[in-house]
């Protein structure tokens, strides 16, 4: 009833093409960005932080960046762990490597490797489509994960073969490392989430996005229209990867803190491509749905079944398992298109709510 | 468009296109044999012949998509014997085709959008941002495809996905994406197939205005044959991959050859 855009004119095409054309979605938005930034801060304790509110946001913007490959460009990508191991272990020689370096600077020049490495593993999508592509980047994935553990120049040849996060600091402030504050490294998280979020957000509404969307949806009309297929391609594994490598990164400095390469074995790479499946693919909204699904939901069951129905730990972890799935299934039947697409009906309908039409 | 006294004949300009003994097979079949034929400017020429004569063949030769095993094909006057799609569509050939080829996941508006993509210069950083130049540039054309979108009649379906538009206005939206090129020579690949006679009156209408507002060239395939010969200026007609008639549509009509082969009876 208060979810309407009558009265709401538009007299220019900037208006209409916003990403939030109706006021509320903006209040909204607003709202939510204000809960985040301030109110989460300054209430949640030390548990949600770590073991919640971080590994969401982590995952939410390696979702993001799968999506861009995947949901907006349609090439199907497995190397998701590969690449986030790329930029973690890039991000572990930057500042370990150089100390002073700014914290933003180490984390864009951990994404560009990973986006080169993108951007190599890419070069057969120009040949191969759907599954065959999926498993072209199971390469990549095994490739890289081998190779970082194999090289010790990769993790300085720290004995245990792990990598651990530097203490680095930022505006004063220590963001990396085991003595920094949960609050700050989760802001961190939400920061480059929300810039994230938006540039992907416009680069899908301009030109590059709809190419990518083009080359997904009919790649021979794409062509004769004028987009070059591999340079398309190949942007898409560049930028793809770019956040990715970011948010494996963060899954490293952030969430982790010490990792070993098994941290990023196919295992994430599947987990990855589930969230864009059930967020929703070619939505950004999806990507974060998506994650917050599986990263909130088992949380949430386990607490219900030990906390609320006193169960054991080990078979409440049983459970949680097949309610998962069900849910994954129960999902994916009510709508294919993801839970992006289940909000956007949702909305549509309040829209006209209370009346039917 | 013939001769109903009230719109004047029209002057079509030079040779815009010269296809010079195109031979095209796919291992032992022959698809196309020897075939040459001119597109003159501001022309529009009409490609028939019965089901698997070689029609797309044809145009996939001329868009690129096919590289003809002989022949040369000339347009604007430079001769080319391959070309990548992409060239095709740099130098002003825009197509539609046959089963539409719209983009599924988006809404007419961006589908006409992409059509505009070679004109779009500003680099993905800049629009990652969406402010100054990409802003003005992306504003730019929208109102581009907007000026299209009013030309075509479907102001109302400009947000909707086009997977779900009925058969007739996808066929539209997609003439639209070709508009949006600005192209010089437009290749439609039956453009009326599969319509009702409302829809066929309304897509020649669209046809011909573009031809005669934008001096668009047009090359179309078409089966209806009342069609083609009320609006095109010029005939090819292909049987089996050579050609057997190429003139005007009144001379096309009544030439032997193409009755036999295809019209089977006179249409009087």
């Known amino acids: 009833m208060f979810y309407r855009e009558a009265g709401q004119f538009k007299t220019g095409y900037a208006a209409d093409q916003a990403i939030f054309p109706i006021l509320q979605d903006r209040l909204f938005v607003i709202a939510v960005l204000a809960f985040a930034f301030v109110v989460v801060p300054l209430t949640a304790n030390d548990y949600w932080f770590q073991a919640i509110l971080t590994p969401f946001l982590v995952y939410a913007l390696t979702a993001l960046g799968l999506n861009i490959l995947t949901g907006y460009a349609g090439q199907i990508s497995l190397g998701t762990g590969g690449f986030m191991a790329v930029g973690a272990y890039s991000f572990y020689k930057l500042t370990t490597g150089f100390p002073e370096m700014n914290l933003i600077v180490a984390f864009l020049i951990a994404g560009c490797f990973s986006a080169a490495v993108g951007v190599v593993f890419g070069l057969p999508s120009l040949r191969i489509k759907g599954f065959y592509l999926a498993v072209a980047t199971l390469a990549a994935q095994f490739f890289l994960v081998w190779l970082f553990n194999k090289v010790g120049w990769f993790y300085n040849y720290n004995p245990s073969g792990t990598i651990d996060a530097p203490p680095r600091e930022m505006f004063g402030v220590l963001v990396t490392g085991a003595a920094a504050k949960p609050a700050v490294k989760y802001l961190a998280a939400l920061s480059m989430l929300t810039v994230f979020a938006l540039l992907t957000k416009n680069l899908v509404r301009s030109a590059v996005g709809r190419s990518w969307m083009a080359i997904r949806d009919m790649d021979i009309a794409a062509e004769i229209i004028g987009i070059r297929p591999l340079r398309t391609k190949l942007l898409a594994f560049a930028i793809s990867s770019f956040v990715v490598g970011i948010a494996g990164a963060e899954l490293f400095a952030l969430h982790l803190g010490s990792v070993e390469t098994i941290a990023f074995d196919v295992t994430l790479s599947f987990n990855i491509l589930f969230m864009i499946i059930i967020g929703g693919l070619g939505s950004v909204m999806g990507s974060i749905m998506g994650a917050a699904f599986l990263v909130l939901m088992p949380i949430a069951l386990t607490n219900l079944l030990v906390g609320g129905f006193g169960m054991q730990a080990t078979s409440a972890k049983h459970l949680e398992f097949m309610v998962l799935g069900a849910l994954i299934i129960f999902f994916l039947i009510v709508e294919p298109h993801g839970l992006a697409r289940l909000w956007q009906i949702a909305k549509d309908k309040l829209r006209l709510w209370p009346f039917p039409h | ?268």
């Open chain 2, 1 to 268: 468009m013939a001769a109903n006294g009230l719109i004047p004949q029209k002057k079509e300009g030079g040779v815009l296109l010269k296809a010079e003994d195109i031979s095209l097979s796919f291992g032992g079949v022959k698809a196309l044999s020897n075939v040459s034929f001119e597109v003159h400017e501001h022309q529009v020429l009409a490609i028939i012949g019965p089901n698997g004569a070689g029609k797309s063949s044809m145009l996939n030769c001329i868009n690129g998509f096919y590289h003809p095993q002989e022949g040369r094909i000339t347009y604007k006057g430079v001769t080319r014997k391959q070309m990548k799609p992409h060239d095709a569509a740099a130098q002003g050939i825009a197509r539609t085709f046959q089963n539409i080829a719209l983009f599924k996941g988006m809404n007419t508006l961006d589908n006409i959008m992409t059509g505009r993509n070679l004109k779009m210069k500003r680099n993905f950083l800049l629009q990652a941002l969406y402010l100054g130049p990409a802003l003005k540039e992306e504003l730019e054309h929208r109102e581009f495809v907007e000026n299209i979108i009013d030309f075509l009649e479907i102001e109302h379906i400009r947000k909707t996905p086009v997977g779900k538009l009925p058969y007739g206005l996808q066929k539209r939206v997609e003439l639209g994406r070709a508009l949006a090129a600005e192209p010089d020579m437009l290749l439609l690949d039956e453009p009326m197939a599969g319509m009702n006679l409302e829809e066929k009156q309304d897509m020649c209408r669209y046809i011909l205005d573009v031809n005669d507002e934008f001096g668009t060239t047009i090359v179309l395939i078409e089966h209806d044959m009342g069609v083609v010969m009320d609006i095109s200026d010029h005939v090819v007609v292909l049987d089996y991959g050579r050609k057997i008639a190429d003139g005007p549509p009144e001379e096309v009509r009544t030439n032997q050859d193409v009755i036999d082969a295809y019209l089977g009876v006179s249409h009087d």
